[in-house]
């Protein structure tokens, strides 16, 4: 499942006006480096008129297979941050499409909502709670399923928030409130918390976090 996502969500971005960045000290990373139990590709894109995305592809020695997808609107247009988790493992299939609006009012998600409309009735996944559960926005879908129905809800996922780019208007006090959100996302923990602090240790995972998943111009 996983290879095939983000095969697609790579096309999708670069037909809707991506350009992959070159690669970087953070293109290819392992842990531990010595016989690693887990891999991590991660590829980057500019998108003018919006800003960066960020695909991570893990894999680790368990059989566990994630990625993770952050649509970060650094050119202050006026769509919420989207972060894409889907993680597969043997029979166990999940994806997260979570759509954070940061406080600001008057977000372009006529397209997400519709989006939401259609996957709804996927059974939803039992998820821990946290502080960033109660930050999403309600049209976001935490949905486990089947291989091919959770592939075309986060496709339909990207193609409807990149389609709403074209629609989307700058609000240039956005960026102050992703700033802040980004550094809740620092300070109080975030679904990748933990992995980013044991590869990179915590200085590095705060870079990588203001660099690769939410940078801002």
């Known amino acids: 499942m996983i290879a095939n996502l983000k095969q697609s969500a790579s096309e999708l971005i670069l037909s809707n006006g991506g350009v992959l960045k070159k690669e970087d000290m953070y293109s290819r990373m ?25 695909l ?6 368990m059989g566990m297979e994630l990625i993770t997808m952050s649509f970060m609107p650094s050119e202050s247009v006026n769509l919420p941050y989207l972060l894409i988790d889907a993680m597969s493992m043997k029979k166990k299939r999940c994806v997260f499409a979570e759509y954070y609006g940061c406080g600001q009012d008057g977000l372009n998600d006529r397209l997400l909502k519709d989006v939401f409309e259609k996957h709804k009735h996927l059974p939803d996944y039992d998820e821990k709670d946290n502080w960033y559960v109660k930050e999403r926005m309600p049209y976001s879908l935490i949905k486990t399923g089947t291989e091919d129905e959770l592939v075309l809800m986060a496709l339909d996922t990207v193609t409807s928030y990149l389609a709403s780019v074209r629609s989307s208007s700058v609000i240039p006090e956005y960026k102050d409130k992703l700033k802040a959100f980004r550094e809740r996302m620092i300070v109080d923990g975030n679904p990748s918390s933990k992995t980013l602090n044991m590869l990179l240790k ?8 203001e660099n690769v998943i939410m940078p801002l111009k």
Do not use: C, N, S, W
């Open 56 to 61: 991570m592809h893990t894999t680790t020695k």
């Open 30 to 54: 392992k842990y531990p480096r010595i016989l690693p139990l887990m891999r991590f590709a991660v590829d980057q894109y500019d998108v003018a008129g919006f800003g960066h995305i960020m």
């Open 202 to 209: 915590e200085d590095g995972a705060r870079k990588f976090m």
